[in-house]
């Protein structure tokens, strides 16, 4: 497919970097002297997202979609914001843009239907990322891409059985997202001594005094998880400050993830490949505009999950440091 094959032609180019004002953040991606640009007409994508100040993983999405928006000729405006109520502000404003295609994380359905179901409405087709592979459908979204996060909570559940781990905690950064409930879910399906343990994501202070607290009170966890790499290597941090025994797993990846990984203070982590959610949420919006083509035939796109551990992650690792894992 064109939407694939030109991939390797293009360079990456860069965006405004990113807001530190409240977690917001926007910019335009346009550069029609690209070599190995589309000839199709430039259309314009929203990308809205819940990320949250610091979150690393969400620079590797970015990283995606602006590769595929620079190949499909496609002025990217891209925006975030952790709270809900805010990141569906963000989706009017793009219909009041007259966008021609919004990509959107749904990390908090009810906060986000009224909004998503509008530029349905309106016209505008939407392909629902990363967050809310059941709400998309619902909402009108045409396709799915992402990792469905009960079977990626399975998949680690499994893992921390086969290395012999009973009694894992894991670590939830943002209460009520529903794709962070469902992993846990998952691996508490696989191995029912699993614990919750909610923290402030926003606050890496009160995330490792936090962890350290319940470590303390609960010696015979064996297993930490951490559903995000910062998140992780705060865990890091905790479990070495109190003297426990639990090891750290993870889920999702960056580059200090990847060298955790290999340096042996991390057994796994289930990655969900940012890279390519980024990358095809805007490549399957050219592909609606420029022939209605849908991906999925009305079923989620999967990219996950893959399980990197001390096998692979030497590898990973170099991938990582060029900003694509």
Not at 134 to 153: L, M, P, R, S, W
Request: charged share 20%; with cysteine; aromatic share 6%.
């Amino acid at each position: 497919m064109f939407g694939l094959a030109a991939l390797a032609m293009v360079p990456v180019f860069a965006l405004t970097a990113c807001s530190s004002a409240g977690g917001r953040d926007t910019g335009t991606a346009e550069d029609p002297a690209v070599a190995g640009v589309a000839d199709t007409p430039s259309i314009k994508i929203a990308m809205i997202t819940h990320a949250a100040p610091g979150d690393t993983f969400w620079d590797i999405v970015r990283k995606g979609a602006e590769t595929a928006a620079a190949k499909d000729n496609v002025e990217l405006l891209y925006s975030s914001d952790p709270q809900a109520p805010n990141q569906a502000q963000l989706i009017q404003q793009a219909i009041d843009q007259g966008v021609d295609g919004i990509a959107v994380t749904i990390a908090k359905g009810d906060a986000l239907e009224d909004s998503i179901k509008a530029a349905v409405d309106a016209g505008i087709p939407v392909v629902a990322f990363n967050g809310g592979s059941k709400e998309a459908f619902e909402f009108g979204a045409f396709t799915y891409i992402g990792q469905d996060e009960v079977v990626a909570g399975q998949a680690a559940g499994d893992k921390i059985t086969e290395l012999g781990y009973t009694k894992p905690l894991c670590i939830i950064q943002e209460q009520g997202h529903v794709g962070l409930e469902a992993r846990c879910a998952g691996i508490k399906e696989k191995v029912p001594a699993t614990e919750i343990l909610y923290v402030t994501g926003t606050d890496m202070t009160q995330v490792k005094s936090t962890i350290s607290a319940k470590l303390q009170s609960t010696p015979d966890t064996d297993v930490v998880i951490g559903l995000g790499a910062p998140f992780t290597l705060t865990a890091i941090d905790s479990v070495s400050e109190t003297g426990s025994s639990a090891k750290v797993a993870s889920f999702d990846l960056n580059a200090d993830l990847a060298q955790a990984i290999v340096d042996g203070d991390v057994v796994f982590t289930v990655d969900q490949q940012p890279y390519l959610q980024g990358y095809m949420a805007v490549d399957s919006l050219w592909l609606q505009n420029n022939g209605e083509f849908a991906l999925g035939g009305g079923k989620p796109v999967l990219t996950g999950p893959t399980i990197i551990d001390e096998s692979n992650a030497a590898v990973v690792l170099e991938e990582a440091k060029k900003g694509i894992r």
